[in-house]
């Protein structure tokens, strides 16, 4: 399914605050929450934040801003020469809407900015200079200076990057194609053990075989034969950390056809191959 996540803050904080520090390859499949969540990249870089159906690139000091309800996904790569360290900031949407009542009038733009605009702008550095500190302070107790933080980055996001939503037809018929989604990732991880193909999953949806191709294409950034090869492989993973049965037991067992067709799809999501999570199972404490 393409996950609706509830965002509950922990610690009274009006926002909840995660600090991402590891440089293997991941996949966060495509999700969405009434919240909305601030990137910042401190440093490495996040190789596709897909956010609305546009494709981005980080790099170090780069301020991303996913809106309410805007389908978003993240993947990463190995990096073995860098310490990647990104912070997310969640703002519940009942949070914003207290100090911005008009909020669903409005959407945060941040993502396009021009390099130029982002160097003129006091407010961008002042932005990038707080998401440092509450990422210093990320272990720390201190939730008064915390929650003093989170308020001031959210003043300066209301004051100097809102701007007025338009209903567009895509918008008009987000909900139509969220449900669409639902059905085909749906689809997808009930069967993802069958031997199923484009095909298959077209017919459960109604759909041509090219129309589905290019609607979850557009609205998810991968083909459906990756999302179908990511689903075999979250599902491997935690297989092989078990050890029960062996890596082409495993392989068979989630759908794919041998033993090298999962490592490649482990490679492609997570970095490592099957004897990679196996060692790591073992290693671990």
């Known amino acids: 399914m393409s996950k609706h996540e509830i965002v509950v803050p922990e610690n009274n904080l009006p926002a909840w605050i995660y600090l991402h520090e590891q ?52 993947r990463t790569f190995h990096e073995p020469d860098v310490q990647a360290r990104a912070l997310t900031i ?86 139509k194609q969220k449900e669409r989604l639902n059905d085909i990732k749906g689809y997808i991880e009930e069967n993802y053990k069958a031997d199923i193909d484009l095909e298959d999953i077209a017919k459960f949806c109604y759909l041509s075989k090219e129309h589905l191709a290019r609607f979850f294409k557009e609205h998810m950034d991968i083909t459906v034969f990756q999302y ?29 056809s041998g033993l090298r067709t999962m490592d490649r799809a482990l490679i492609k999501n997570y970095g490592l191959t099957s004897r990679d999570i196996r060692k790591k199972g073992q290693s671990a404490p």
């Open 23 to 74: 440089s293997l390859s991941s996949y966060i499949e495509p999700h969405w929450h009434s919240s909305v969540e601030i990137s910042y990249t401190m440093s490495g870089h996040i190789a596709n934040f897909f956010i609305a159906g546009q494709s981005y690139v980080t790099s170090p000091g780069t301020i991303l801003v996913v809106n309410s309800t805007e389908l978003h996904s993240i």
């Open 90 to 175: 969640i703002f519940p949407y009942h949070i914003i809407k207290m100090y911005k009542p008009t909020i669903n009038h409005y959407r945060f733009n941040l993502n396009n900015l021009s390099l130029e605009d982002i160097a003129n702008s006091q407010a961008y550095q002042c932005l990038q200079e707080k998401l440092d500190i509450v990422a210093s302070l990320y272990d720390s107790n201190n939730f008064i200076r915390k929650t003093v933080l989170l308020l001031e980055i959210l003043e300066i996001m209301l004051e100097h990057f809102l701007v007025e939503r338009t209903l567009s037809i895509t918008d008009k018929h987000d909900g």
């Open 228 to 256: 179908l090869n990511y689903v075999r492989a979250k599902h491997a993973k935690p297989l092989l950390l078990e050890g029960k049965l062996t890596a082409t037991q495993v392989a068979l067992e989630c759908g794919f």
